[in-house]
């Protein structure tokens, strides 16, 4: 599964995208993110309070229960400042 | 009606984009448009707006055609620049031409409201200090965009 | 702020005009501009435009400056052209810049709907065919104008 | 005291203005409306019906009710139709 952060998401992980192997019991984007924050200090960081952060789960935004089901990319960013 | 979308680096010309929209035309009564650029508040030095190439592009061409849908357009350019804006500098423009001034007033409202709050761009502002902070959602943006779901 | 008001035969230059706003500030976030075209309905050859020299001018300057006064602007150029319009023609022009984009595109809004129902213009189509007719004022034109009067 | 007239009110009168002098029993735009409406068939045509003409007194706009008082210009118009 490829994983994409961007803005503070990116700069607190370090990486703009990983890829990752979760296991079977993560199942919905909320485990994914609280999966994620445990892979070290920055993830820890850029997933400490997950109510700041939206998910795309294929390139479609989603909520945090959304069920992971065979999605091959998951992107995590802030909440959108355009315009 | 296609819209015309870019989400580009280099600046744009309103002025180009808008004669665009009207050319060979005698049906268009209204062109409304809006023009967002960079504010020095604060000591800003700069901003770099981080988008998702492909993405982003695709985001704002839904909102585009949603537009197309709810109001009488004969056109709809939408160009929204990424990379780094400094002090004046123009961000973003929103064209709507329609038979009417209301459809083409209400399609500018409607489709800024949508891009500060759904499209994927990302600030980070940096100031003349040296120090720089990601500008954060604002709860009135929602707001504003809840307007056109309503009802 | 003092708003730009001018009542002119010649065209007008919307890129011009919106440079001279914008002109060596930081300060503006959000420059939203109306222009109304001539439309060829109908089978319509020209249009010509009356107004009532002096009057309608200072009619539209005190629109402007009530705008100023309802809105937070950093300026505001309102163009409305008289004389003989052909289809495709601009034929008004009214541009407002604001540190926020809501009072950019409100004021747009609200002097669009005041120039319809309050300036002295009068307007007399002429057709293929050698006919002419006055244009009538419209109820919802009223209308739209009562929505900045209530509350 | 001027006249003007403008639009249709101008095409229908044949002038653009006139000056005139109203009986003292001419107290309002009403009345100034339905005396001018007696000099000839093109201002009789101008103002059948009252309804659709406006005024301004004095370059202020005002309602048919307005006291003529000791205006010096009063202008005739059908309802304005810019923008």
Request: aromatic share 8%; with cysteine.
């Amino acid at each position: 599964m490829q994983i994409l952060y961007f803005a503070w998401l990116r700069q607190r992980t370090g990486i703009a995208e990983e890829t990752v192997v979760p296991p079977p019991e993560v199942a919905t984007i909320a485990d994914l993110m609280a999966w994620l924050g445990t892979r070290g200090p920055g993830h820890a960081a850029a997933f400490a309070d997950p109510a700041q952060v939206r998910a795309a789960l294929d390139q479609d935004f989603c909520g945090p229960a959304t069920p992971l089901g065979s999605a091959r990319e998951v992107a995590f960013f802030p909440p959108v400042t355009g315009g | 009606m296609r819209p015309t979308v870019r989400v580009q680096a280099e600046a744009f010309d309103a002025a180009a984009e808008t004669a665009h929209l009207a050319a060979g035309r005698a049906d268009i009564g209204a062109i409304a448009s809006f023009i967002g650029l960079c504010r020095a508040d604060d000591g800003l030095a700069g901003m770099e707006l981080e988008h998702w190439p492909g993405v982003t592009d695709r985001a704002i061409a839904t909102i585009a055609d949603d537009a197309a849908t709810r109001f009488p357009l004969t056109g709809c350019t939408i160009i929204h620049r990424h990379g780094m804006m400094r002090p004046g500098d123009a961000i973003v423009l929103v064209i709507a031409a329609s038979a009417h001034r209301a459809a083409a007033l209400a399609a500018v409202g409607f489709l800024m409201d949508w891009l500060k709050t759904r499209a994927p761009f990302w600030k980070r502002e940096s100031f003349a200090d040296g120090s720089e902070r990601w500008v954060e959602a604002k709860p009135d943006d929602d707001a504003a965009t809840a307007r056109w779901t309503r009802g």
